[in-house]
Structures are given as structure tokens and as C-alpha cells.
């Protein structure tokens, strides 16, 4: 149950794209189309904003996309804005109904 | 959908506690649940899953023979017993809705806001 591996930051100016990536394994990552991502704006709860890889739930806008090459998933927020500002977590299924997170990623809007 | 938790405080290392967490507007019996921490500062780290049905249970390594999830469906109650506590599980515990496809979990739905858990080192 190691940890994914994601970047401690990341920014982007407003209006830009920013793409966030998390390593894992075959074992988690590589092996299923179970990843998720979730926001966690400051002081707030997580929010779930991409699940299966690439869904979105409803109501989180099409800015924001999943996708995954092999032991890698990437989460991409495009026309960034000011309210992007907040912490991403990636999490994948790793067997077993076992859960494994990445250590997140501070996305800063410059 | 409203998730809420309760039974957190501080306790001396050794020491138990019992968490809990209700629910509303789901059909609760139909959720997996889990237990989600976050230490002061720190990322997210998945705790603990139990399936709907109450027979299946699931633990990371840090907190297995340690901590015991279970569930009350006719009260919509998910409960966490924890035991042994040592000063690194001091976080912020969150109970999760969890949605199953082919009973493989696939993601974290809905989210309370979680309670408070210290063990002074």
C-alpha cells in the first residue's frame, strides 16, 4: 500500500491549462480504470471531480479531464481560475477493495 | 445527502475511541462506507471500507488488528472502533459514502466534515 506518487505543486496563470500527474503501479493504477481525483479547497472537505479515469460527476465543469497511460494518471484543468486554487488528490482502487491516495498537489493560480 | 461524524477527542496513546458516523438521504444499505484521515497539514490517507451488506471489511496496513470498522443498517450508523492509538493517529477522521461497480470500490461520493482525533505523543 505505497502511496501514488503526484508532483508537491503545481501553477498555472489564469486561463491556461495545468496538468497534474500521479504514478502508481500495476498493481493499482496500471491494473484498473478506478482512478478519482478530488479537490480540497482550503479549510473545506474533499470533492470528488473526475472518477473511472475519466468521468466527471454532475456538476463539475468540463475543465477539468481525466486520463491514464499505463501505471499514470493525469488530471488537466483548462481556462484556469482563481477558484481552482486548492489541493488535488488522486486515488486509485489497489486490489482487495483497498484504497491508495497520492500525497497531493498544491495547484496555485498565479 | 448529509454525512456527519462524531466521537472524536484527544485520548492518551493506548488508549480507545469509538467513532461514528450517520447519514441521510441515501439508501444507506446500499453504500459501501469508509473511513478517510488527514493528519494536521498532511495529504489523505484511506483508513478502512466496509460493504453494504456489513460482511466484508477492508483496513491499510497501519491501522489492521488495531481498528475495527462496522455498520448498523437499521440505524444507518457506521461506527469505527479504535484501539492501541498511537501519537500517528492523530487526524482528522472523514466518513465517505463509497460507490461499488462489480463490487470493486470506485470512488468517494459524498463527504462529512469529519472529526477530530488526537493522541499526544
Known amino acids: 500500500q505505497s502511496a501514488l506518487t503526484q508532483p508537491p505543486s503545481a501553477s498555472g496563470s489564469p486561463g491556461q491549462s495545468v496538468t497534474i500527474s500521479c504514478t502508481g503501479t500495476s498493481g493499482d493504477i496500471g491494473g484498473y480504470n478506478f482512478v478519482s481525483w478530488y479537490q480540497q479547497r482550503p479549510d473545506k472537505v474533499p470533492k470528488l471531480i473526475i472518477y473511472?479515469?475519466?468521468k466527471r460527476p454532475s456538476g463539475v465543469p468540463d475543465r477539468f479531464s481525466g486520463s491514464k497511460s499505463g501505471n499514470t494518471a493525469s488530471l488537466t484543468v483548462s481556462g484556469l481560475q482563481p477558484d481552482d486554487e486548492a489541493d488535488y488528490y488522486c486515488c486509485s482502487y489497489g486490489g482487495n477493495n483497498n484504497l491508495v491516495f497520492g500525497g497531493g498537489t498544491k495547484l496555485t493560480v498565479l | 445527502v448529509q454525512v456527519w461524524e462524531s466521537g472524536g477527542g484527544s485520548v492518551h496513546p493506548g488508549g480507545s475511541l469509538r467513532l461514528s458516523c450517520s447519514t441521510s438521504?441515501?439508501?444507506?444499505?446500499?453504500?459501501?462506507m469508509n473511513w478517510v484521515r488527514q493528519a494536521p497539514g498532511k495529504g489523505l490517507e484511506w483508513v478502512s471500507t466496509i460493504n453494504g451488506f456489513g460482511d466484508r471489511t477492508n483496513y491499510a496496513d497501519s491501522v489492521r488488528g488495531r481498528f475495527t470498522i462496522s455498520r448498523d443498517n437499521s440505524k444507518n450508523t457506521l461506527f469505527l472502533q479504535m484501539n492501541s492509538l498511537r501519537s500517528e493517529d492523530t487526524a482528522m477522521y472523514f466518513c465517505v459514502t463509497g460507490v461499488t461497480v462489480s463490487r470493486v470500490l470506485s470512488r468517494l461520493n459524498d463527504w462529512g466534515h469529519g472529526t477530530l482525533v488526537t493522541v499526544p505523543s
Open positions: 473511472e479515469v475519466t
Open positions: 438521504g441515501i439508501t444507506f444499505n446500499s453504500y459501501a
